[in-house]
């Protein structure tokens, strides 16, 4: 009897909670038309709610600190589009940890990927030291692969790398992430850091900009 009543006590115990992997990013593939209305003229659709957001934010920061545990590492932030993103995520973190920035640029004022400019190296030595990469979307996968090999030139002795959001329809360099917030269609998006031509990032959500937004911005700049 004892034995019986030990197995259905085993069957009926809950199997422990994982880590937020790559295989459980939520996908995003319909946009909510609850726009608040002062932003109405700005985007067509909400992607990630704020709510959305800091949940999210949780989950990943018990993620990261579960695989790195007590050492201390170096988190590298890229300027400009990831400030909010990682200034909510190392408050979820508990040390040892440094901070660091870098900066690169690869779109310029418009909302095509082009050459990759940095703007702002290291300060922070990271040689032997493990580090966690920070960015705000992975698109082409440009970017994040130069930083990088960066990173793995300057002697960083184990790499990670956390984006808020992923495009994997725009890929052109075959590079993921280990931390995925959201994944998303081929949308331009704003808000919560990310920028058109550097408006835009005080958003508390993530939104889809309207073309006609877009499309007045270009002839701006021709004129």
């Not at 709510?51 to 050492?71: C, K, N, P, T």
Request: net charge positive; charged share 25%.
């Amino acid at each position: 009897m004892k034995a019986k009543a030990a197995e259905k006590t085993s069957k009926r115990a809950p199997s422990p909670r994982r880590s937020p992997s790559v295989d459980e990013v939520p996908t995003v593939s319909r946009l909510s038309p609850r726009v608040p209305a002062a932003h109405k003229g700005i985007v067509s659709g909400v992607v990630v709610t704020p709510a959305q957001i800091r949940r999210r934010v949780h989950e990943l920061a018990r993620a990261i600190q579960s695989d790195f545990g007590d050492r201390e590492w170096v988190v590298v932030a890229l300027l400009n589009g990831s400030v909010l993103f990682v200034a909510d995520l190392v408050r979820e973190l508990h040390g040892p940890l440094i901070l660091d920035f870098i900066g690169v640029s690869s779109y310029g004022d418009g909302t095509e990927s082009g050459n990759l400019v940095y703007t702002k190296d290291l300060k922070l030595e990271v040689a032997g030291r493990d580090v966690l990469v920070v960015d705000d979307i992975l698109d082409t996968g440009r970017t994040l692969s130069e930083v990088i090999r960066r990173l793995r030139s300057l002697g960083a002795q184990r790499i990670r790398t956390c984006v808020l959001l992923d495009k994997p329809s725009r890929r052109v360099v075959k590079q993921g992430a280990d931390y995925i917030g959201f994944q998303i269609p081929d949308w331009f998006v704003v808000g919560y850091g990310l920028d058109y031509a550097e408006r835009y990032r005080h958003l508390p959500f993530i939104g889809v900009l309207r073309p006609e937004v877009i499309a007045a911005a270009a002839r701006e700049r021709v004129r």
